[in-house]
């Protein structure tokens, strides 16, 4: 089928879907500047294994690198902005249709996009928390003054051991009750659209089978082949800012011809 057509037919799907899931990965990010997780790290940070930055050990053998890295990833997003498939999937919500967004980014894009439903199994890097865990994630709500200092974690008000950013390391549960909604809109829906993930990271990556095995459709977005491809109703070869739109809206109308 013609590339044109396979757009046609999933735009149509999105329309005649009652409940819909976006489930996103880093590469919906990836058009806002935000480098994808396992995409080479930029910089300073190229010597760096991502996971053994994003886990607890890394974090606790070096608090203040880890802290840094985080402080350079939240000043990064500060300055990004949502990109035209963020803002796809917020309209989305917009015009109507149920929409979960299931996101396994950090960055808040889709919130500052203007997606409501949003259900971050990873955490937020805007929010911090305390290490030994004596505190409550939203005692530390964005525009305290914790994130004053980069260098290195400022020590919890209550106990003094250090903050940490409130998201997910690999190793850790994720926040229970978000993906319990997370499998409820994946068991319910019809049409669950997978933009910009690798599928690698359980138990995130089980939501598609769970949708699929429950009717759904599943269709994958993504320019690179990824291990949801094999079982999924279409997949759309390309970048999230330049399909995303186009499940929303008319292509150009072909001038003449067929
Ligand atoms: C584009 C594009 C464009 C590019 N348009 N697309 C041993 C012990 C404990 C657990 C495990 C274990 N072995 C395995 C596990 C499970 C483990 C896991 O899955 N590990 C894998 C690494 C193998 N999972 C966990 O540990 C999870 N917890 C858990 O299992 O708890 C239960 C348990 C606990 C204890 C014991 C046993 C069980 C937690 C996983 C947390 C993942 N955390 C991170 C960091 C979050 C914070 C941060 O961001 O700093 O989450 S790791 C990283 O992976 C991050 C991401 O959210 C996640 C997914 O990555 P994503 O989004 O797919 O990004 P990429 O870069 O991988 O892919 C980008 C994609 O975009 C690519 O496909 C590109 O092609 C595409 N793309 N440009 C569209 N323009
Ligand atoms: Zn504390």
Same mark, same amino acid.
């Given at each position: 089928?013609?590339?044109?057509?396979?757009?046609?037919?999933?735009?149509?799907?999105?329309?005649?879907?009652?409940?819909?899931? #976006?489930?996103? @990965?880093a590469?919906?990010s990836a058009? %806002?500047g935000i480098p994808t997780f396992r995409d080479a790290l930029t910089g300073l940070w190229a010597r760096f294994d991502p996971e053994r930055l994003a886990s607890?050990a890394g974090f606790?053998a070096d608090p203040a690198l880890v802290w840094r890295w985080y402080a350079e990833r939240r000043a990064a997003i @500060?300055q990004a902005?949502?990109?035209? =498939?963020?803002?796809?999937?917020?309209? +989305? &919500? $917009?015009?109507?249709?149920? #929409?979960?967004?299931?996101?396994?980014?950090v960055d808040?894009?889709?919130?500052?996009? @203007? %997606?409501?439903?949003? +259900?971050?199994?990873?955490?937020?890097i805007?929010?911090? *928390?305390?290490? &030994?865990?004596? /505190?409550?994630?939203? *005692?530390?709500?964005? /525009? %305290?003054?914790?994130?004053?200092?980069p260098r290195e974690?400022?020590?919890?008000?209550?106990?003094?051991?250090?903050?940490?950013p409130?998201v #997910?390391w690999v190793?850790?549960?994720?926040?229970?009750?978000?993906?319990? *909604? $997370?499998?409820?809109?994946?068991?319910?829906?019809?049409?669950?659209?997978?933009?910009?993930? %690798? =599928?690698?990271?359980?138990?995130?990556?089980?939501?598609?089978?769970?949708?699929?095995?429950?009717?759904?459709?599943?269709?994958?977005?993504?320019?690179? &082949?990824?291990?949801?491809?094999?079982?999924?109703?279409?997949?759309?070869?390309?970048?999230?800012?330049?399909? +995303?739109?186009? +499940?929303?809206?008319?292509?150009?109308?072909?001038?003449? @011809?067929?």
């Amino acid at each position: 089928m013609k590339r044109g057509d396979e757009l046609a037919e999933v735009r149509d799907w999105v329309r005649a879907a009652r409940r819909l899931v #976006v489930f996103t @990965g880093a590469g919906v990010s990836a058009e %806002s500047g935000i480098p994808t997780f396992r995409d080479a790290l930029t910089g300073l940070w190229a010597r760096f294994d991502p996971e053994r930055l994003a886990s607890e050990a890394g974090f606790r053998a070096d608090p203040a690198l880890v802290w840094r890295w985080y402080a350079e990833r939240r000043a990064a997003i @500060g300055q990004a902005q949502p990109n035209a =498939a963020h803002r796809a999937i917020a309209e +989305l &919500e $917009a015009r109507g249709a149920h #929409v979960a967004v299931v996101t396994q980014n950090v960055d808040n894009l889709h919130r500052r996009a @203007g %997606s409501r439903e949003v +259900l971050e199994l990873h955490g937020n890097i805007l929010r911090a *928390r305390c290490l &030994e865990g004596c /505190g409550d994630p939203d *005692r530390f709500a964005p /525009g %305290s003054d914790w994130r004053a200092d980069p260098r290195e974690p400022p020590p919890c008000p209550r106990c003094g051991a250090p903050l940490r950013p409130d998201v #997910v390391w690999v190793g850790e549960l994720l926040p229970q009750a978000v993906f319990a *909604r $997370a499998e409820h809109e994946a068991l319910g829906c019809d049409l669950m659209l997978v933009v910009g993930t %690798s =599928a690698l990271v359980y138990p995130a990556a089980d939501l598609p089978a769970l949708a699929r095995d429950a009717g759904a459709r599943v269709v994958v977005v993504n320019p690179e &082949e990824t291990p949801l491809d094999a079982r999924a109703a279409r997949v759309l070869r390309g970048k999230a800012a330049t399909i +995303l739109p186009r +499940l929303l809206d008319e292509l150009p109308e072909r001038t003449g @011809g067929a």
